[in-house]
């Protein structure tokens, strides 16, 4: 498993978060993501930058929109999205008094997990992503799960 503590800000990486997403899903670790998202962006919307790029933005495009919120909209999905395919899941924080709170959460669902495995009876090409399906009856509390998995991943370029 893996647990990422982020503003979920790409700052200046050589890779890209595709190619991280790509070697997180192919490591089949199961990423837990602690997203201070919440508390950077009330800090970035009164960074000088910030509020000038935004201004920009809405004189070119001349609508209300604040991009602010939705440029941490969208990194805070692309984790939520990451973290639900690994069977992890993303928490996000909202202040620092409640990060051992959210650190607790994190190891007792790590130490509550069960395992299934499977054989399959098809012939499986390497680098080939297979999904995942799991059925379960209600009153069932959620099942999270990793949607699928590589069958002899080749290594992202970058990390070579």
Do not use: W
Not at 88 to 113: H, N
Not at 133 to 158: D, M
């Amino acid at each position: 498993s893996i647990i990422l503590l982020t503003d979920c800000v790409n700052n200046q990486s050589s890779v890209s978060f595709r190619d991280v997403s790509l070697a997180i899903v192919q490591s089949q670790a199961s990423l837990y993501v602690v997203s201070k998202t919440a508390i950077v962006k009330e800090q970035a919307k009164r960074e000088r930058r910030v509020i000038m790029i935004s201004d920009i933005l809405k004189k070119l495009f001349g609508d209300d929109e604040d991009y602010i919120d939705e440029f941490f909209r969208k990194r805070e999905g692309e984790m939520s999205d990451l973290s639900e395919k690994t069977g992890g899941r993303c928490f996000f924080l909202t202040d620092y008094r409640y990060l051992k709170d959210i650190y607790t959460e994190v190891a007792r669902e790590l130490k509550s997990k069960h395992y299934m495995t499977y054989v399959s009876n098809q012939m499986l090409l390497p680098d080939s992503y297979h999904g995942i399906s799991i059925e379960y009856l209600e009153p069932a509390t959620k099942v999270v799960y990793r949607k699928g998995y590589y069958h002899q991943p080749q290594p992202v370029q970058r990390f070579r």
